[in-house]
């Protein structure tokens, strides 16, 4: 298993309580499956609307068991965001 931080941004930081953590994990689904469990709740909804960023690259609309995470790596959760 990979070991990545998780960052959360904005409305996901404050549904999460932390504005970071640690998981094993080897794709981003084992990861937010992971963040689900930690934090049941409100993040559960949160991350239905967020992008995410995986060592700075957009995942878009890829399968999140596709997505590879590497040993050291980060993935940046982004709810959506307002303003100009």
Request: charged share 25%; with cysteine.
């Amino acid at each position: 298993m990979a070991k990545v931080t998780v960052r959360y941004w904005a409305a996901a930081k404050a549904a999460a309580g932390v504005a970071e953590e640690p998981f094993d994990a080897d794709s981003l689904a084992e990861a937010l499956d992971a963040a689900r469990a930690r934090h049941p709740g409100e993040l559960v909804r949160v991350l239905q609307r967020c992008s995410f960023l995986v060592d700075g690259d957009p995942v878009g609309t890829r399968e999140h068991e596709t997505v590879r995470l590497a040993d050291g790596g980060t993935v940046e959760v982004l709810p959506p965001f307002a303003g100009g």
